[in-house]
């Protein structure tokens, strides 16, 4: 199984990004998708979160600018970021857990956001 996170880039601020997190395998539509990042010198944080069901959860930080989606049919989770804010910039994670309670990541995509 492999997770393959794409769509990052340099933006500037107030401008918008969409990334993908393509799954192989057939564990997409069993999974939870997280969307995790790490800016630059600190940890690694949840930022959102769509569950198999299609609910979704988020960080305060984000609400109201990231909107999280999937479409099972191509094995794709998508992260809109709007608004975006030199606070964002980080190298952005997908992560797949399924049901059964196995866990994969993908490699990470760099979002620069310059004010």
């Known amino acids: 199984v492999q997770l393959q996170a794409s769509g990052g880039g340099l933006v500037q601020a107030g401008g918008s990004l969409t990334l993908s997190c393509a799954a192989s395998?057939?564990?997409?539509?069993?999974?939870?998708i997280s969307w995790y990042r790490q800016p630059p010198g600190k940890k690694r944080e949840l930022s959102a979160v769509?569950?198999?069901?299609?609910?979704?959860n988020y960080r305060d930080s984000v609400k109201g600018r990231f909107i999280v989606s999937r479409e099972n049919a191509k094995n794709t989770a998508f992260l809109q970021m709007n608004s975006l804010k030199p606070e964002d910039t980080a190298v952005y994670y997908c992560?797949?857990?399924?049901?059964?309670?196995?866990?994969?990541w993908g490699q990470g995509t760099l979002v620069t956001v310059s004010s």
């Open positions: 992560n797949a857990k399924t049901q059964w309670g196995e866990l994969f």
């Open positions: 769509i569950t198999r069901g299609g609910l979704t």
């Open positions: 395998g057939n564990i997409f539509v069993h999974s939870d």
